[in-house]
């Protein structure tokens, strides 16, 4: 079993949709990240969540760290949104500080 | 201020051959780390660097190294390429340990 898990792994919806991507882990973590990465290989973070919740423009990410749950969230979705979402989080314990990923949720957001 | 830069972009190199990709990070950033993208594996973290001191290291075998200079530019090694080692090589740096990402536009490394 990994220790992140992403659902869903494909997610297609319409613009203005509401979209919410899950991610669970099984380790304890002194963060989490949420990465964005278009295709061409190019990534770049969303946010770095410790605790509660952040948001920035139309995302918002949440983490629950007693049920060790985040979601990203992205509000009145639009075709650029289009892309592949990971989360990775930074391990305590016998991976001590190693990032860990997420196999990444695919999202297409048509016109 | 300039971003992530990994040098050089596209490699080809054949198996058994050795190989080093460069990473500068932003200035300032002091933390430098490499992670190998495939389609099957996904991400996956090589090691992170510290000031110059290694200081995290993934699962991958002793013929991946690296090293971070002074100028926190940092670099990896792999040696006795297999055809396996071909993906999409990424640096990122940070301020601080636990400090947002800022990642590079990778190297792409194929192996024939």
């Known amino acids: 079993k990994n220790e992140v898990e992403q659902s869903p792994q494909n997610l297609t919806a319409q613009e203005g949709e509401f979209i919410t991507i899950n991610c669970s882990y099984s380790?304890?973590?002194?963060?989490l990240h949420w990465l964005q990465q278009h295709p061409g290989g190019g990534i770049v973070s969303l946010f770095m969540?410790?605790?509660g919740k952040k948001k920035h423009g139309r995302l918002i990410a949440t983490i629950n760290i007693q049920e060790k749950h985040s979601s990203l969230h992205i509000t009145a979705s639009h075709p650029r949104d289009s892309a592949v979402y990971i989360c990775?989080?930074?391990?305590?314990?016998?991976?001590?500080?190693?990032?860990?990923f997420g196999k990444g949720t695919k999202l297409s957001v048509k016109p | 201020k300039a971003g992530v830069t990994q040098t050089p972009r596209y490699l080809i190199k054949t198996r058994g051959q050795q190989v080093t990709l460069s990473c500068s990070p932003i200035?300032?950033?002091?933390?430098v780390s490499w992670y190998q993208q495939t389609p099957g594996q996904g991400l996956q973290f090589l090691f992170e660097?510290?000031?110059?001191?290694?200081?995290n290291k993934g699962n991958f075998p002793g013929r991946f190294s690296g090293r971070q200079f002074s100028n926190s530019r940092s670099e990896m090694n792999v040696s006795t390429l297999e055809l396996g080692d071909s993906a999409l090589y990424l640096c990122?740096?940070?301020?601080?340990?636990?400090?947002?990402?800022?990642f590079g536009n990778g190297t792409r490394l194929t192996v024939t």
């Open positions: 990122a740096s940070s301020f601080s340990y636990n400090s947002p990402l800022h």
């Open positions: 380790v304890g973590i002194s963060a």
């Open positions: 969540l410790s605790s």
């Open positions: 990775a989080v930074r391990a305590y314990g016998g991976s001590q500080g190693n990032l860990i």
């Open positions: 200035s300032g950033h002091r933390s």
């Open positions: 660097y510290f000031s110059e001191t290694q200081r």
